[in-house]
């Protein structure tokens, strides 16, 4: 890699040893690549007095073929290869170091890029008001793309009017067109991202901004396949935005929804329910959970995504004996069939998280009675076998004011281990639900007892914190997730538990006011 600092005076390298080479280059062959952004390929470098060795007494390389390394347009080092010998290489080892070279930096960005849009998404999910969330998106898509200025635009529903924007003080920028010949309503109604190299010759992009810009791009938010705003980068550079800054941004936006959203949900339920401090940090913690998914998604695919084509690309490149080479391939295709096996899975999951609902965070109001009921009816018939499930509720109607989907994920959660639990030596699920005073007010009363293997006294109190599990193949969310869950809807929760007796968890679940029923 070149050493900036220096002017270009030095070339700090690393051989396929692990040594350290330092060359004085004021004008090499390297520097040359470098300033170029060009491949080269040489005969014989010794006839080249700017390329020697700080140390004479070394061998000098005679052929040499290198590659500059690109990341965005910009080329950050060089890739060389170098032989005692006149006249060692020829086109086609030329041609294999520029595409090792594309690689590296497709590898470089890559690592770079996923590094930096972990720690944007962290500072999305902490910000929690609508301002700040918008100043984390656009700062953080600058960052991605080495672009000069951006800002962001959320629209009504049609886009003939801006609900908010967002965009640096020091980034002049002029308010968008919303008429039907402009970037944002082409966007908006096309629904993809847009990439514009040269504005200049671009009919869509605002005449004004031409006298700034060189290119831009324009990448939607999609809520659910609407969109409901519009991110703008622009550049006073020609910049050709690759396919890993185009899937950065698509998936920053995904983030930048689910906190756009979660802002506005946060605001409404805090006016509905007049929460405590502790009821917010449970919520917030909550609704940060979908923006970590999307990330984790992204980045299994990011990370599994390339192998494919690199070993393809590898394989027509082998040039060994043909032992070597089956050994090889046998090799090769077993990588490949192991990423796509993980690309697979991930679709999978992928394609499950879709399915949850977009607004679970919405309050309605709950018959209890109802959800319990839904949620024995949709357990597994064979994880019944040898278990006996008793209701006894209420005669009096039980209606709660909550989150509907939040709180079934969360019961369900508690019966399926009260039923894992008994699965080997079968027992009984006794489930009551009475109305009773608790704290001075009724109460909805929920027992869940199960007759299982019980939990040891000394996990008691760790069961709930996140990434600790008593399984072998836990990941240790659930009920991490049932505790956050509680705790947003003001649910109060005992747990009493016994070794080879069973598990009791009594819920104190606030019901809806009398008068709000009707």
Not at 334 to 345: C, E, H, M, S, V
Not at 459 to 481: A, D, Q
Request: proline share 3%.
């Amino acid at each position: 890699m070149i050493d900036k600092n220096n002017g270009y005076s030095h070339l700090r390298c690393r051989n396929h040893e692990k040594n350290h080479l330092t060359f004085e280059c004021s004008y090499s062959p390297i520097v040359w690549v470098f300033l170029n952004s060009k491949p080269l390929l040489t005969d014989d470098v010794n006839k080249d007095k700017n390329f020697l060795f700080t140390d004479d007494k070394r061998t000098k390389p005679r052929s040499i073929v290198a590659s500059p390394i690109t990341i965005s347009d910009q080329t950050v080092g060089v890739l060389s290869v170098v032989k005692n010998e006149y006249g060692y290489f020829n086109e086609i080892d030329k041609q294999m170091v520029r595409s090792l070279a594309n690689h590296l930096s497709f590898a470089i960005e890559r690592d770079r890029g996923l590094e930096l849009l972990e720690k944007i998404g962290e500072r999305i999910i902490s910000a929690e008001k609508l301002e700040l969330i918008l100043k984390e998106i656009v700062v953080g898509a600058k960052e991605l793309t080495n672009t000069d200025t951006g800002i962001i635009f959320l629209l009504n529903d049609d886009a003939s009017e801006i609900i908010s924007e967002y965009y640096p003080e020091e980034d002049f920028h002029l308010p968008p067109r919303l008429s039907e010949a402009g970037i944002t309503k082409h966007v908006f109604v096309n629904k993809r991202i847009l990439v514009i190299k040269d504005i200049a010759e671009d009919k869509l992009v605002n005449p004004h901004l031409k006298k700034e810009y060189k290119s831009l791009i324009a990448v939607p938010l999609l809520l659910q396949d609407k969109v409901i705003g519009v991110l703008f980068l622009n550049d006073k550079k020609f910049h050709d935005f690759s396919d890993t800054e185009k899937s950065f941004l698509s998936t920053l936006t995904k983030q930048a929804v689910i906190a756009i959203e979660k802002a506005k949900l946060m605001e409404q339920i805090r006016s509905k329910l007049n929460q405590t401090e502790e009821q917010n940090i449970a919520l917030h913690k909550l609704l940060s959970l979908n923006t970590l998914t999307a990330a984790f998604f992204h980045r299994i695919r990011s990370s599994i995504n390339y192998v494919p084509s690199h070993i393809d690309d590898i394989k027509q490149k082998i040039n060994d004996d043909k032992i070597t080479k089956v050994k090889l391939f046998e090799k090769l295709d077993d990588i490949q069939k192991g990423a796509n096996t993980i690309l697979d899975r991930a679709e999978r999951v992928s394609r499950s998280v879709k399915k949850i609902p977009s607004h679970p965070y919405l309050i309605k109001d709950v018959v209890l009675k109802k959800l319990i009921r839904n949620i024995i009816g949709g357990i597994q018939k064979d994880k019944l076998e040898n278990i006996q499930i008793d209701l006894t509720f209420t005669a009096y109607p039980v209606i709660v004011e909550t989150f509907p989907s939040l709180l079934k994920e969360a019961l369900l959660n508690i019966i399926a281990n009260a039923i894992e639990s008994m699965e080997e030596a079968g027992g009984v699920l006794n489930i009551i639900l009475n109305i009773n005073q608790y704290k001075k007010k009724e109460f909805a009363i929920l027992d869940i007892i199960d007759t299982g293997i019980g939990i040891e006294k000394s996990n008691l109190k760790s069961i709930f914190e996140i990434h600790y599990s008593t399984k072998k193949e836990g990941f240790g969310y659930g009920l991490w997730y049932v505790d956050m869950v509680f705790k947003a809807s003001g649910i109060d929760f005992d747990l009493k538990s016994e070794i080879n007796k069973g598990t009791i968890f009594t819920l104190y679940i606030p019901l809806k006011a009398k008068e709000k029923i009707s």
